[in-house]
């Protein structure tokens, strides 16, 4: 069964402004790089689609959307880091909306996993705000369609930027059928994602952050997917497992200062898809998020495409040198938090 695909020219069209590192470059190197890969060939494309009103409006406000849709045909800004050209509005509705249909392919078995290439990215989107270059909340919007149009009960929701995303978080953090883990930088913009931050109230529990000082490795970033969020998705039985998928963690990247390589994005990938082969066989659907070298960004996602697709090696030999890495302290602090809400890690 093919890898699901979305990926189209009309995600350049948005463009947030003359040196902004959010720009269309970042989808043009990725572009080439697809064209030169042997593995094109066995994904199937999906053609994108505007998510409705209806559909935007199960996770944004009425006032955030008409402010958003207010920009189309010009240039706005937004706040001092999120700006907006003539297509804009467009090209965010036709981001969430590729990103749902893609999950409902996934759904009904016509693709195994897939991968949005759509811009502009969502995670700090919150439910009344545009910020950190985001202005729908691409991940949380497809969420809630798999909650309330497909009737699923159980949505897990990965995000590996190397920025928090506290817009996924506010969406989420009182439901319990929604499990947010994010792993991520701090300190780091925009300051949100402590590890004390659990969720609460019918969510208590079921959010999960950790919060890591800049320096960190595949290893360090593995072990984390293997000692805390794999045992914690397998006793959330999810039924569905999406991604927000930032690739600024690479150790090129200008925006962050973690020290990942294509291996690391490899290596969490298949940990997902070994959570999904027990729980949702074919239902891990990444949503492109950062990434600002983008020559490093198109390497990673080359990579996590190829481990979908089940090349597995590049994954498999990160694992193995992962599991006889010394956990780190990120890691521990966060095992204990999440040892009050579930029972796999007694005895901590």
């Known amino acids: 069964m093919p890898v699901g695909l979305v990926h189209d020219p009309i995600f350049q069209e948005h463009d947030p402004g003359d040196f902004h590192v959010e720009s ?17 060939k066995m ?4 053609p994108p689609r505007p998510a409705t009103r209806d559909e935007i409006g199960r996770v944004h406000t009425a006032n955030h959307i008409q402010r958003i849709a207010g920009t189309a045909g010009r240039s706005a800004s937004l706040d001092p880091d999120t700006g907006t050209s003539s297509q ?5 509705l036709l981001a969430a909306g590729s990103l749902i249909d893609l999950c409902d392919a996934a759904l009904e078995g016509h693709v195994q996993h897939g991968m949005a290439l759509v811009r502009p990215p969502g995670h700090h989107a919150t439910p009344e705000r545009a910020m950190g270059f985001c202005l729908f909340n691409n991940v949380a919007i497809a969420a809630s369609h798999l909650l309330a149009v497909r009737g699923l009960e159980r949505v897990l929701v990965v995000d590996w930027d190397v920025h928090h995303g506290n817009g996924t978080e506010d969406c989420f953090s009182r439901d319990e059928r929604v499990l947010y883990f994010s792993v991520h930088q701090s300190p780091m913009y925009p300051g949100t994602g402590p590890a004390a931050m659990v969720g609460s109230g019918p969510g208590l529990g079921y959010t999960m952050n950790v919060p ?3 320096g960190q490795q595949d290893s360090d970033y593995l072990r984390v997917f293997q000692d805390l969020l794999d045992p914690v998705a397998r006793a959330f039985a999810p039924q569905f497992i999406l991604v927000s998928a930032g690739f600024d963690a690479h150790r090129e990247d200008p925006l962050g200062g973690m ?3 294509r291996g690391g994005y490899a290596g969490m990938t298949k940990i997902l898809m070994d959570i999904a082969q027990d729980y949702c066989p074919g239902r891990v659907v990444l949503s492109l998020e950062g990434g600002y070298q983008p020559a490093a960004q198109a390497r ?12 597995t090696m590049l994954a498999q030999a990160c694992l193995e040198a992962a599991r006889q890495a010394e956990p780190s302290a990120a890691l521990q602090r966060a095992k204990a938090i999440m040892a009050k809400y579930w029972a796999v890690f007694e005895g901590l």
Request: include cysteine; aromatic fraction near 4%.
């Open 88 to 92: 804009s509005y467009e090209v965010a």
């Open 300 to 311: 990673s996602v080359l990579a996590v495409l190829a481990t979908l697709q089940g090349d």
């Open 24 to 40: 269309p470059r970042r989808l043009e190197v990725l572009e080439q790089a697809l064209a030169a890969w042997p593995g094109l």
């Open 259 to 261: 020290e990942l390589r």
């Open 43 to 46: 994904c199937l494309s999906l």
């Open 212 to 214: 890591m000082l800049g």
